[in-house]
């Protein structure tokens, strides 16, 4: 019997640990195994003393599509919605400082994990899209964590029009981080100033700014997975993925 390739790579060295998503025939979408593999990454470089920070990464030219559309289905529509706010949550929860590593294209939920992470630090190649409004859905669970970072004008303008946008706008709305041209030697740089930090400085640091981030999950996390799943199985919804799934256009998708 072969056993399955990880979906997650997960490599540890100098007090960091690395998570790479590396399920390329999906676009590293969120399904449940990727998921699951990302959780149990997160709880052991969290319960690790010898590591001071995580790194979370990607393998190919996506760092991650959103939700695994295939999985969409089901006999509780709330499942993925709840996957989506539980490794949030983890994330956001870790005791070690996320690093979010991203030279590639980020769609949906995949906007969620950066919102998630501490600092997000993103390449040239990276490019962001709010997707959701095009297939009949919207950025539900993901503004968990997105809302308190972004500013308000942003969220309107890119939650209703789903228009990709590139690094360098991704930082003026608060995404992101830094932009670099470089960011190889962007991460490095962070890293170098985390591995001077005690394990309780940097614990008790990110709760601090993670307090905003914290009570939106606290405050709203119900409503939007019910909203979630809701709208998943909405005829609307499935017809948008349906049209997506098919590279078709939506119905509604007005021709000019």
Known sequence: MTREAPLVRITSA???????????HNRNALSTRLMAELTKGLADAAADPAVRAVVLGH??????????LSEATGSDPTVGPRGLVDIQRALVDCPKPVVALVDGHVRAGGLGLLGAADIVIAGPLSTFAFTEVRLGLAPAVISLPLRPRLTSRAVSRYYLTGETFDAAEAARIGLITEAADDPAAALTAVLDALRLGSPQGLAESKRLTNAAVVASFEEHAEELVQLSARLFGSPEAQEGMRSFLERRPAPWAAQV
Do not use: N, Y
Request: net charge negative.
């Open 14 to 24: 100098d007090a960091v640990t690395t998570l790479e998503l590396d399920s390329p």
């Open 59 to 68: 393998t190919g030219k996506v760092f991650c599509a959103g939700a695994d």
